[in-house]
């Protein structure tokens, strides 16, 4: 059976973070690929700043060069709060030769139990966490933990960067900046 990887996040931008963690676990887990999952609008944070097929944009750079990633619209192509449950439920429907892994930080474990429909979520995917600085990992939730090497950085800290016209040198993959320059993504927003 075909294992996949699955990072759902705002990527408002994306940083080495995401890409760090999705390589890790891929080669953790032996998964034969990772999917990347844009959201529309995140379920319990403030919305993106930027629209949804700019980040998805973003992430098709940010990706290029690893043959194993790939960017999945699945998300964006869906209007109001982009909740797993129903995300997951549409890519079992349409893969069910995939057994599919949701990889997650530790900022997202506490929350975890409350997401909508865990109880059956639980089910459909295997949670796997990573350490975030300031966060604590360990849950009595059935999430498989990967060690990563630790990494502190944000897409909130990287916003304020690009707004105030600071350096993002090697925290953001240089495509990627080079792509926000061009279309001018975070100026004084
Ligand atoms: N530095 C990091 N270490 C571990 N996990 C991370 C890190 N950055 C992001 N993640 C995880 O990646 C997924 C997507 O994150 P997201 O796109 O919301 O980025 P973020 O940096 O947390 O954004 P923001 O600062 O805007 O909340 C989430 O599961 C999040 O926990
Ligand atoms: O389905 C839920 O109830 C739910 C609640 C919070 C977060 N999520 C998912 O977790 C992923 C990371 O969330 P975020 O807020 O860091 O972008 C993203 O794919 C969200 O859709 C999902």
New binding site residues.
Partial sequence: MMRVGI??????P?????L??AEEVRIALSLDEVWFI??NE?PH?DK?TIVANERFAMLQVAIENNSAFNVNSIEMDRLGKSYTFDTMKLLREKHPGIEFYF??????VEFLPRWQNISDLVQMVTFVG????G?RLETDFPVKQVE?P??????????ERLRNNQSVKYLIPQSVEAYIKEKQLYEQR
């Fill in positions: 990072l759902g996040g705002t990527f408002d994306p940083h080495i973070g995401h760090i963690i844009p959201s995140p944070k993106a990889i997650i930080g530790a900022d997202m990573v350490e975030r600085p966060y990563i630790s990494i502190e950085i944000s897409s909130t800290v990287l916003r």
